[in-house]
């Protein structure tokens, strides 16, 4: 064999490896990119995510794809994405209350806080205390006499038990010196329309939820839990306000499991933030009365240690929230 076949016996071997790399190299680009999301297709953080991931699409130039696995307000997803390679290809977009509240309310949860990374914070929101439209008060005063007179009046709908919603209803409850009991409901939805249909007269809601059955008349808010006044609605005083304990948001943050690395993070959290800061993003969120953050580093680790901070003094203040989901 001359000089010359071994030459080009070479390079045709060594061009098939630069190929074999190349075909690897585009195989790992075009791996999607997993958003898990615990709640039904079509809900609140199911909307807010399809349109996070438009944005990253283009971004980070690699499918996005939305996997659905609802159940346990989060839980079913969070030990799921627990459980799954970290790689950076498979990240949980959840409340921040999975890690901060449900370890205090829930028993045997599949998974730790610390099976997990913080990415990036998405959004925060308010939540609100709301009556129905035919429920004769028109403050949290007013509520609060009509309870004492009537006991059927305490009724208050949540989704869920041992979350957000139940603890504001009991911690203004304790407040006021009522007896009011928690109705739970499967999610915000049917919630809404229990009280719209005059099912149950009060309900603690995201603040979006309830927005949207007092602009239509079907009910009024009397108390919402964040730092000042929602700009929608000036009229309606805070939890602080009412020197009820209570200056809370709800947080959605983007979550991957514990061990993936920080070189997969940084790509895709440096996209989220500037998606967040896009005009159909940011029109989006305003519209659900939500706020995009894009917190990360430092100063999100500071606003989820003050959740984690806020919901511990909340629960250790009405113990008979500690462990109530024990079976």
């Known amino acids: ?8 016996m070479h390079c045709a071997r060594f061009g098939a490896m630069l190929g074999l790399v190349a075909t690897c190299a585009g195989a790992w680009a075009e791996q999607p990119l997993n958003l898990v999301v615990g709640f039904p297709a079509g ?12 944005g990253l699409r283009g971004r980070l130039h690699r499918p996005v794809v939305i996997e659905n696995r609802p159940g346990a307000g989060g839980i079913i997803a969070a030990g799921y994405v627990k459980n799954s390679h970290p790689d950076g290809n498979t990240l949980l977009v959840s409340p921040a209350v999975l890690f901060s509240l449900y370890p205090l309310t829930m028993h045997k949860l599949p998974y730790a806080p610390s099976d997990f990374i913080p990415v990036v914070h998405i959004a925060r929101f308010e939540y609100a205390l709301g009556i129905g439209s035919k429920v004769p008060a028109k403050t949290a005063a007013d509520y609060a006499s009509l309870v004492r007179r009537d006991s059927k009046y305490g009724m208050y709908g949540a989704p869920g038990l041992n979350a957000p919603p139940q603890l504001y209803g009991q ?4 407040k006021f010196g009522l007896d009011m009991t928690t109705i739970p409901y499967p999610g915000a939805h049917p919630v809404a329309l229990a009280l719209s249909s005059g099912q149950i007269p009060a309900a603690v809601l995201p603040l979006g939820e309830m927005a949207k059955l007092a602009n239509n008349g079907q009910a009024r808010l009397i108390a919402t839990t964040g730092a000042h006044r929602a700009a929608s609605f000036p009229d309606v005083p805070t939890f602080s306000e009412l020197k009820v304990p209570v200056s809370g948001y709800g947080q959605y943050v983007v979550y991957a499991p514990s061990g993936t690395p920080a070189t997969s993070i940084e790509p895709i959290a440096q996209a989220l933030q500037a998606v967040l800061k896009t005009a159909p993003v940011k029109s989006l969120y305003s519209n659900m009365y939500m706020e995009t953050s894009g917190q990360t580093g430092p100063v999100l680790e500071k606003t989820l240690a003050e959740d984690t901070s806020f919901w511990s003094a909340a629960v250790h203040a009405n113990p008979e929230m500690l462990h109530a989901g024990q079976k």
């Not at 064999?1 to 080009?8: I, S, V």
């Not at 911690?171 to 304790?174: D, E, L």
């Open 171 to 174: 911690i203004f409850a304790a």
């Open 1 to 8: 064999m001359t000089h010359l076949h071994k030459t080009l």
């Open 43 to 54: 809900g609140t953080v199911d909307v807010l995510v399809r349109q996070i991931a438009e």
